[in-house]
């Protein structure tokens, strides 16, 4: 039995650059790893199964479709992998993605182009660190880590990525002006986001950054607000890690 962690990444900036013949978006951004981690146990079995606990379980999915499980065929190994999960569930910090990363690490599995196969976020989940992410999220360049204070704000809300990029193709591919081009599509496919984050906003006093394809919003540093106006909104102090 081998216990990881696991780390949230946070995509600080994000430009769609193309979109491939297959359907796969391309993508230049900036990304980094948390100090914020699920705990992924994983124990050697003769057949794949997934338990998840923890205070983000609710929606997790258990079956073929949690991505660890796929990271475990690509790596052509069975285990039960056990996740207690302390990442947001759809909240663009790659809590998924980690997971099949760790379980990548656990296996010996060190082929960053063929994790991408997984997940778009493996790639970098299982570098981890600072790096520019190009292609479809597989080529990874390291950037030099420099510790930032982060302040994530969580609506009771979850986003699906695929909606997302479906949403910035059928707007004609827009540009965010806020470091990310998914923003506009994701308040477009979810309205309550831009409800949350004027919420936001007007309780901190700088306009938020969305995080990925959301659900989660941030600003660089921790941030003072008024507590009274972020009601059903958690607030998490983190930060970068080397």
Same mark, same amino acid.
Request: charge should be negative.
């Given at each position: 039995?081998?216990?990881?962690?696991?780390y949230?990444?946070?995509?600080?900036?994000?430009? %769609?650059?193309?979109?491939?013949?297959d359907?796969?978006?391309?993508i230049?951004?900036?990304?980094?790893?948390?100090?914020?981690?699920?705990k992924?146990?994983?124990?050697?079995?003769?057949?794949?199964?997934?338990?998840?606990?923890?205070?983000?379980?609710?929606?997790?999915p258990?079956d073929h479709?949690?991505?660890a499980?796929?990271?475990?065929?690509?790596?052509?190994?069975t285990a039960?992998?056990?996740?207690?999960? @302390?990442?947001?569930?759809?909240?663009?910090l790659?809590?998924?993605?980690?997971?099949?990363?760790?379980?990548?690490? /656990?296996?010996?599995?060190?082929?960053?182009?063929?994790?991408a196969?997984?997940?778009?976020?493996?790639?970098?989940?299982?570098s981890?660190?600072?790096?520019?992410?190009?292609g479809?999220?597989?080529?990874?360049?390291?950037?030099?880590? %420099?510790?930032?204070k982060?302040?994530?704000?969580?609506?009771?809300?979850?986003?699906?990525?695929?909606?997302?990029?479906?949403? /910035?193709?059928?707007?004609?591919?827009?540009?965010?002006? @806020?470091? @990310?081009?998914?923003e506009?599509?994701?308040?477009?496919?979810y309205?309550?986001?831009?409800? /949350?984050?004027?919420?936001?906003e007007?309780?901190?006093?700088?306009?938020?950054?969305?995080?990925?394809?959301?659900?989660?919003?941030?600003?660089l540093?921790?941030t003072?607000q008024?507590?009274?106006?972020?009601?059903?909104?958690? %607030?998490?102090?983190t930060?970068?890690?080397?």
């Amino acid at each position: 039995m081998t216990t990881l962690d696991a780390y949230a990444k946070l995509t600080l900036t994000l430009a %769609v650059t193309g979109v491939r013949a297959d359907g796969f978006h391309l993508i230049d951004a900036h990304m980094v790893s948390l100090d914020i981690a699920d705990k992924v146990t994983i124990t050697k079995a003769d057949t794949t199964s997934i338990s998840v606990t923890g205070p983000y379980a609710q929606g997790v999915p258990t079956d073929h479709t949690n991505i660890a499980h796929a990271a475990l065929q690509l790596a052509n190994r069975t285990a039960h992998v056990a996740i207690e999960k @302390n990442i947001p569930h759809g909240g663009g910090l790659g809590g998924g993605s980690t997971d099949a990363a760790a379980v990548l690490r /656990w296996a010996g599995f060190t082929d960053v182009v063929s994790s991408a196969t997984v997940g778009a976020d493996v790639a970098f989940c299982l570098s981890g660190g600072s790096a520019r992410v190009t292609g479809i999220g597989e080529i990874l360049e390291p950037v030099p880590a %420099v510790g930032t204070k982060i302040t994530l704000f969580i609506p009771p809300i979850q986003v699906s990525t695929p909606a997302v990029y479906k949403a /910035w193709d059928q707007l004609g591919g827009p540009t965010g002006d @806020n470091g @990310n081009d998914l923003e506009p599509a994701a308040l477009h496919a979810y309205p309550e986001l831009k409800t /949350w984050r004027d919420t936001i906003e007007s309780a901190i006093g700088i306009r938020p950054r969305l995080a990925g394809s959301g659900a989660t919003w941030f600003a660089l540093g921790h941030t003072q607000q008024d507590s009274a106006q972020l009601a059903g909104v958690q %607030v998490v102090y983190t930060a970068t890690r080397p």
